[in-house]
């Protein structure tokens, strides 16, 4: 078996449209890293003012302290679901804002792949704000359209689970198929076997900004 690329970040920001996005796109990958650094994770839209999600903030940080990331580092914003294209500025210098304080060197955002409105305009302005940042984009198969991951990180069963357990934390999406256990399992089943490994999360490539070293 290939030895796998090491890589690191000590400071890492996973940015989504909507609560319930990055749990779904990168849920393994959190759980499996949240003890080695520092992840902040930014939901752009708490989705109050649809009257049937009154429980999804609630249940966003619930899900998050499952997969070990502290209260204070999981923002929750109020810009208005559905219609980020028209606040597409604001966004952006949010973004901008966002990568002045916190300094990440990896983002997380949709991949390209996904057709929601609100999740396009997130890639588009996440790649203008984090210039000469390694980008990558994780997929929430419900609004994909071609994804196929080009960067496998392998995660543990572990991770598995508590990701799965992470995702249970949404009760309003009970009846969603997307949240199924099966559905989550299957899919980081079929992402470890294109790694070749029992595990994997998959990620598309926005940007990677790299430097090669020859180890002594």
Do not use: W
Not at 17 to 22: G, Q, R
Not at 30 to 35: F, G, M, N, Q, W
Not at 86 to 108: A, G, S, T, W
Request: include cysteine; charge should be negative; charged fraction near 25%.
């Amino acid at each position: 078996m290939n030895h796998d690329m090491t890589f690191y970040g000590k400071k890492v920001c996973f940015i989504g449209a909507h609560p319930d996005d990055i749990e779904i796109g990168c849920g393994a990958l959190i759980a499996h890293i949240a003890s080695q650094t520092e992840v902040k994770c930014v939901t752009l839209s708490d989705n109050q003012k649809n009257p049937l999600l009154t429980n999804v903030v609630k249940e966003h940080y619930n899900s998050m302290a499952v997969l070990g990331v502290p209260k204070e580092n999981v923002i929750v914003c109020e810009f208005e679901t559905r219609r980020f294209p028209e606040q597409r500025q604001e966004i952006l210098e949010y973004m901008f804002k966002l990568n002045q304080d916190f300094r990440p060197e990896i983002v997380f955002v949709h991949t390209k792949a996904d057709i929601h409105q609100d999740h396009a305009t997130v890639t588009g302005e996440a790649l203008r704000a984090f210039r000469g940042t390694t980008v990558m984009g994780f997929d929430v198969v419900r609004s994909s359209y071609g994804f196929f991951p080009s960067f496998l990180v392998e995660v543990t069963e572990a991770d598995v689970e508590k990701k799965i357990a992470a995702m249970a934390e949404y009760h309003t999406y009970d009846n969603k198929y997307y949240f199924d256990p099966a559905v989550t399992r299957a899919t980081l089943i079929r992402h470890g076997a294109l790694a070749e490994r029992p595990f994997a999360e998959g990620f598309d490539i926005l940007r990677i900004i790299g430097a090669f070293r020859c180890m002594s």
